[in-house]
């Protein structure tokens, strides 16, 4: 089974989110926006974990440790909250079920 693109978590959190694939790679400090973009570093890291941490964050205009940062952000609010754990577990399964872009 393949993995998922990059391309491919990116737009569909963007999507989901109703946000841009070009707000999530930017720099913009919004809460909502930097929340989101947290989100889809973290399913970068957990559906391609065969890229670093450094080519995950120069996808995103950010650097390794904010990759890192991510993650660890990502994971205790995931512990803590019920809710959001269940909302990023349907994140992954819907991007695993999109399967890798149709060429057309």
């Known amino acids: 089974m393949s993995k998922p693109s990059v391309e491919t978590i990116v737009s569909y959190v963007a999507r989901f989110h109703d946000l841009t694939v070009e707000h999530l790679a930017g720099r913009g400090r919004s809460r909502r926006v930097a929340e989101v973009r947290h989100t889809a570093m973290y399913l970068c890291c957990l559906l391609r974990d065969d890229l670093s941490a450094g080519v995950i964050g120069r996808l995103f205009a950010h650097d390794a ?33 999109a399967g890798p872009p149709q060429r057309r």
């Not at 904010?66 to 803590?80: C, F, L, M, N």
């Not at 754990?85 to 399964?93: K, M, P, Q, S």
């Open 65 to 97: 440790s904010t990759v890192r940062q991510a993650w660890r952000e990502t994971e205790k609010r995931a512990a803590d909250n019920p809710w959001f754990a269940a909302h990023v577990d349907a994140l992954r399964r819907g991007i695993v079920a």
